[in-house]
């Protein structure tokens, strides 16, 4: 048998742990613990979705609990999170297919937080304000690029999105990634947080065809008095900002119906979508085929929660980190699944999903930690047990 076509949880695991030496600059000279060590157990932190302290209780062998935390605290601070942030992005296209490289491709831009419950200042702990969720309007976020092609779906860049930065902002550092990257750019697709009057300026002047989701405002007024007959349509809409602009752009009104149907739960009803065309000349059923794609970025995120650590760390570096470490993990799976599941037929290849999911990709890495430190297996009482 050829042994190039088998994938081990060792294999898995020297993967990852060789992405993340190559690319991040976290280093342990101690004479028990070494850098491997320390990425191992950032690696079993992700995979696991636990702690530095609950992993470290877990292994035998040189790995302190205490001794990682001084590790990360030291080498991972709020002074190198842009040279974080540059080696995550470099990392996350390290193992590309070359074929994304032959046309242009669908993008996708999303904003993802993760609440924060802490009492330090927004200029210190670096969080954002947002709408109330999780008990909290407090929230570390980043933004992704993401790139829409069917079986190889790979975020292209991240960035971490300060209380100071703009909408605009985030959207002209991750353009500019995917512009480094030489990856032509043929619709980028945008939900409701990025419909502002700003945002649809800048990409009319940058040429960029996008679609943006329009938020349903008003009560007899606004957005809401374009959701009206039986069938969708397309008309112009004039928006007004705070600051006196106002913006006049192509809105794509879609009349759709619920799931209910299909899921036989609740009463099947009509409701409504609004679309916003920048650079593009699309009808309402072309529309609705379209934005349909963009929710597989979505889905990039639920995976991610599938293999992010937790921490109740008031460094906001190692909380970028971990939410990094989430996306960047999901790219070497999506990397590994393509080169080991694929099946012969006629025509294209099958890609065998089932085959290597993402449950089994955390559990390899796992295992192949505890088999090479060994982990708590038994218990010892110290008195005989009073029944």
């Not at 192509?250 to 099947?268: A, N």
């Amino acid at each position: 048998m050829n042994n190039t076509l088998i994938l081990t949880d060792d294999a898995v695991l020297m993967e990852a742990n060789k992405t993340l030496a190559e690319h991040l600059e976290l280093e342990a000279e101690g004479y028990k613990c070494t850098t491997s060590d320390l990425l191992n157990v950032l690696l079993n932190v992700a995979a696991d979705r636990g702690t530095i302290e609950s992993v470290c209780r877990d292994l035998f062998g040189p790995v302190d609990a205490e001794r990682i935390r001084q590790y990360i605290n030291e080498e991972v601070c709020v002074e190198e999170m842009p040279k974080l942030e540059a080696a995550i992005n470099k990392a996350l296209t390290a193992k590309l297919p070359h074929r994304i490289w032959r046309c242009p491709q669908d993008i996708a831009l999303d904003m993802h937080d993760r609440p924060y419950y802490g009492k330090t200042r927004a200029e210190e702990g670096l969080w954002v304000r947002g709408r109330a969720k999780d008990g909290t309007t407090r929230f570390y976020r980043i933004a992704t690029v993401y790139l829409l092609l069917n079986n190889l779906r790979f975020t292209l860049g991240i960035c971490f999105v300060l209380p100071e930065m703009s909408t605009v902002t985030v959207v002209q550092r991750l353009l500019q990634r995917v512009k480094g990257l030489r990856i032509g750019c043929r619709r980028l697709l945008l939900d409701r947080g990025f419909a502002g009057i700003d945002v649809q300026a800048y990409l009319q002047e940058a040429q960029i065809p996008a679609l943006i989701a329009c938020p349903i405002r008003g009560k007899s007024g606004g957005t809401r008095s374009l959701c009206r007959g039986r069938k969708g349509y397309r008309t112009c809409h004039t928006f007004k900002g705070a600051n006196g602009q106002s913006r006049t752009a192509d809105i794509v009104v879609c009349r759709v119906f619920t799931t209910s149907k299909r899921t036989k739960r609740g009463k099947r009803r009509a409701t409504w979508w609004l679309f916003i065309q920048v650079n593009l000349d699309l009808s309402p059923r072309q529309v609705r085929r379209l934005y349909r794609r963009r929710f597989g970025i979505e889905t990039s995120y639920r995976c991610a929660a599938q293999v992010r650590g937790w921490t109740t760390s008031p460094n906001p570096a190692y909380r970028f980190l971990l939410m990094a470490l989430a996306v960047l993990l999901v790219n070497i799976w999506m990397s590994l699944r393509w080169l080991f599941c694929q099946r012969p037929r006629r025509g294209k290849r099958h890609l065998d999903t089932k085959l290597f999911q993402l449950n089994r990709f955390a559990k390899f890495i796992i295992r192949a930690i505890q088999r090479h430190y060994g982990c708590i297996r038994q218990i010892t009482a110290i008195v005989e047990p009073v029944m």
